[in-house]
């Protein structure tokens, strides 16, 4: 059972994206009716655009910096906050999305050496890494929202979503509430 949260800053686009990234067949998301709705990375984008960087792996700097700036990572000069980075020469200070502390990336040529977590305040090395996923910080330039790639999933929906008009057919309304009276469907 995955939990998607709704919208809110980088480091929830990014738990949002790890998601669907790691979504199955098998699995069952849970949702509000915002977060459902709301626009979402398809498994293919993410397929498409996630780096996976790990010591040996050879990509060129200007690259990495490109596939950063499509994920939605802001460049700054020093890295503070999840979904910026830093590109000094042949080092390289991101913020992922999805983890709790930034990692130095340092390269020699276009391969990469070494990759580092590190403290924001101090800048000092915490401990070596042997691979960092890169997944969105910022939420997808469309609207395709979570019930465009579910399929045959069924759907349940708490009885307080006020407005109902986006959600697929068949939807299973859930209330706290009986169903009794005139009128009721």
């Known amino acids: 059972i995955l939990l998607l949260p709704e919208p809110d800053g980088p480091d929830i686009c990014g738990q ?15 949702a509000s009716a915002d977060a459902a709705s709301s626009g979402i990375w ?10 996976i960087l790990s010591p040996h792996y050879e990509i060129s700097r200007d ?3 490109q596939r950063l700036i499509r994920l939605g990572y ?3 000069s020093i890295v503070v906050e999840h979904g910026e980075f ?22 020699f040529g276009d391969a990469i050496e070494l ?18 996923v890169l997944l969105p910080a910022s939420e997808p330039p469309h ?26 057919e068949g939807s ?4 706290r509430y009986p169903f009794e009276g005139e009128g009721i469907d």
């Open 16 to 30: 949002r994206s790890e998601v669907i990234y790691k979504y199955k067949d098998s699995d069952s998301i849970v």
């Open 42 to 51: 398809t498994r293919d984008e993410l397929d498409e655009y996630v780096v």
């Open 63 to 65: 690259l990495l910096e």
């Open 74 to 76: 802001k460049s700054v």
């Open 86 to 107: 830093s590109r000094r020469g042949w080092l390289f200070d991101i913020f992922p999305s999805t983890y709790e502390s930034p990692v130095r990336v340092e390269f």
């Open 115 to 132: 990759l580092r977590t590190f403290d924001i305040s101090s800048q000092k090395s915490i401990k070596e890494v042997k691979e960092i």
């Open 143 to 168: 609207e395709k929202n979570i019930f465009s790639f579910t399929g045959e999933a069924e759907i349940f929906v708490s009885d307080s979503v006020s407005d109902r008009t986006g959600l697929p």
């Open 172 to 175: 299973v309304i859930l209330s």
